[in-house]
């Protein structure tokens, strides 16, 4: 398969709009949250609920963030109710991080307010943008498992 490669110009200059237009929409998409989450708490909630439970320093590997840091969010997130400690039966100096039913319902809420956001926002564009819209998350979603930096 012989792939032409745009120049180098124009894919920097693609490179800056798509960079505003997913910050832009990650930023919008938070708004449409309405969670009392910050950014880092949202996404440490969203990794304990779909690889925990988790220890501390595997959250914190997971996140990219200092163990530190991650002490204080599930702390964050254990007084809103939305994680549990457990003792973690493989090593009782460590514990298990496990998400609770009020943070599954808050994460849930926020993603079906956010899914519904960006489907109102679709629903009166042309089929030949929802097509190039669909082909752009298949290209995103490829490049983001790449799982280089």
Same mark, same amino acid.
Do not use: C
């Given at each position: 398969?012989?792939?032409?490669?745009?120049?180098?110009?124009?894919?920097?200059?693609?490179?800056?709009r798509l960079?505003?237009?997913?910050?832009?929409?990650?930023?919008r998409?938070?708004?449409?949250a309405?969670?009392?989450?910050?950014?880092?708490?949202?996404?440490?909630?969203?990794?304990?609920?779909?690889?925990?439970?988790?220890?501390?320093?595997?959250?914190?590997?997971?996140e990219?963030?200092? =163990?530190?840091?991650?002490? /204080?969010?599930? %702390?964050? +997130?254990?007084?809103?109710?939305?994680?549990v400690? !457990?003792? @973690?039966? $493989?090593?009782?100096?460590?514990?298990?991080?496990?998400?609770?039913?009020?943070?599954?319902?808050?994460? =849930?809420?926020?993603?079906? /307010?956010?899914? %519904?956001? +960006?489907a109102?926002?679709?629903?009166?564009?042309? !089929?030949? @943008?929802? $097509?190039?819209?669909e082909?752009?998350?298949?290209?995103?979603?490829?490049?983001?498992?790449?799982?280089? =930096?």
């Open positions: 398969m012989n792939v032409t490669k745009a120049p180098p110009g124009t894919t920097a200059d693609l490179a800056v960079r505003l237009a997913v910050t832009r929409t990650a930023r998409l938070r708004q449409e309405d969670s009392s989450l910050t950014p880092s708490t949202a996404s440490a909630l969203a990794s304990v609920e779909r690889r925990g439970p988790l220890t501390p320093s595997e959250l914190a590997a997971i990219g963030i200092q =163990r530190p840091t991650t002490t /204080r969010v599930i %702390a964050r +997130l254990e007084e809103a109710g939305l994680v400690r !457990a003792s @973690d039966p $493989a090593d009782r100096r460590s514990s298990l991080v496990s998400v609770t039913p009020e943070g599954r319902a808050l994460l =849930r809420k926020a993603r079906n /307010r956010k899914t %519904a956001y +960006l109102h926002r679709m629903r009166d564009l042309p !089929a030949d @943008d929802l $097509a190039a819209l082909r752009a998350a298949d290209v995103l979603e490829r490049m983001l498992e790449d799982g280089t =930096r």
